[in-house]
Nanobody, 117 residues
Framework: QVQVEESGGGLVQAGDSVMLSCVVS?????????MGWFRQVPGKEREEREC???????????YYTDSVKGRFTISRNNANNTVYLQMNNLKPDDTAVYYC??????WGQGTQVVVSS
């Protein structure tokens, strides 16, 4: 059974930086998984989660939603089954619960990021 666990959220001020981490355990196939970070704001349903960034299995292809380009960086370390989301110059609109998704189907419980102005 695959388990996905996010960490690194918290309360920060606008302009601050935060790094989120996501560890995947349970199977020895992390290096075959496409990974993604999504976020869900209060009042939105799970199906309305926004895809923030994705990275392919090898790490050489990434995607970012327009609102975070130039501020967020997704990366992965296949040796320790971890994917990261470095978030710089945070804005209040980045406030959300951030979820990690592995292999298009396995989700973590989320980590909250609150950005105060």
């Amino acid at each position: 059974q695959v388990q996905v666990e996010e960490s690194g959220g918290g309360l920060v001020q606008a302009g601050d930086s935060v790094m989120l981490s996501c560890v995947v355990s349970g199977r020895r196939t992390f290096d075959k998984y496409a990974m993604g970070w999504f976020r869900q704001v209060p009042g939105k349903e799970r199906e309305e989660r926004e895809c923030v960034a994705t990275i392919n299995y090898s790490g050489d292809t990434t995607y970012y939603t327009d609102s975070v380009k130039g501020r967020f960086t997704i990366s992965r370390n296949n040796a320790n089954n971890t994917v990261y989301l470095q978030m710089n110059n945070l804005k209040p609109d980045d406030t959300a619960v951030y979820y990690c998704r592995a292999d298009y189907r396995y989700w973590g419980q989320g980590t909250q990021v609150v950005v105060s102005s």
